[in-house]
């Protein structure tokens, strides 16, 4: 089977910077992505790592350590626009590569 | 930017109906995917499609059919909607399975 571990809730001031963990356990591994959900919207792609490393695209960055089946998505100059929930998600090679959720971390930025 | 519609925001329907939930996308991607989100759950996968006619049992299909007559639509049907069915269904599309998933604004389904 497979299962992703991400904190619950992560609470930040405007302009600090922030990392949200995420820990993976598939039986077959493609690569790990983060999602973003504003209250009542749709989730919406932020970033797909398939190898090891950062990748970086503006104020956000996601990294991945495929040994240790370990991942963060960093948002950093955190502005108030940020809080939302971020998903983290597998795509598990031996269930056809679809994506598999995490639960979900509620960021709350504050001023 | 691709666009994935779901046919209604808002949906009540009562025990024992028979439902319809409508996802059009307008990339001409394969894949499909339909979700459903619940507090504390996160998002799960219920059925998938990466061609027309082809389908996929998600983790919890159990109540659900899927039809994917054309490959702009897949349609999620829930066979006689029950009380704990009641959740927000998401249907997203992919190009490609190393790209992101676009997903549709959701259908908040209420039955009662």
């Known amino acids: 089977g497979q299962s992703l571990e991400q904190p619950s809730e992560v609470t930040a001031v405007e302009g600090a910077i922030v990392q949200i963990n995420c820990t993976y356990q598939t039986s077959g591994f493609y690569g790990l992505s983060w999602y973003q959900q504003h209250d009542g919207g749709a989730p919406t792609f932020l970033s797909y790592?398939?190898?090891?490393g950062l990748e970086e695209t503006g104020r956000f960055s996601s990294f991945l350590s495929r040994s240790d089946s370990y991942g963060y998505l960093l948002l950093q100059e955190l502005q108030m626009k940020d809080s939302a929930s971020y998903f983290c998600a597998v795509r598990d090679k031996n269930q056809g590569g679809k994506l598999i959720f995490g639960q979900g971390t509620e960021l709350s930025v504050k001023p | 930017d691709v666009k994935v519609t779901q046919s209604s925001r808002y949906l009540v329907k009562r025990t024992g109906e028979k439902v319809f939930l409508e996802c059009v996308q307008d990339?001409?991607?394969?894949?499909m995917f339909w979700y459903r989100q619940d507090p504390g759950l996160g998002l799960r996968l219920i059925y998938f499609s990466y061609d027309v006619k082809m389908k996929e049992k998600g983790d919890i299909p159990e109540g659900y059919s899927v039809s994917r007559e054309k490959k702009e639509r897949f349609s999620l049907i829930l066979e006689s909607a029950s009380t704990n069915q009641t959740s927000m269904y998401l249907c997203?599309?992919?190009?490609?399975?190393?790209?992101?998933?676009?997903f549709g604004s959701g259908t908040r389904l209420t039955v009662v």
């Open positions: 990339m001409d991607h394969e894949n």
């Open positions: 997203a599309s992919t190009r490609s399975r190393d790209y992101g998933y676009t």
């Open positions: 790592n398939a190898l090891d």
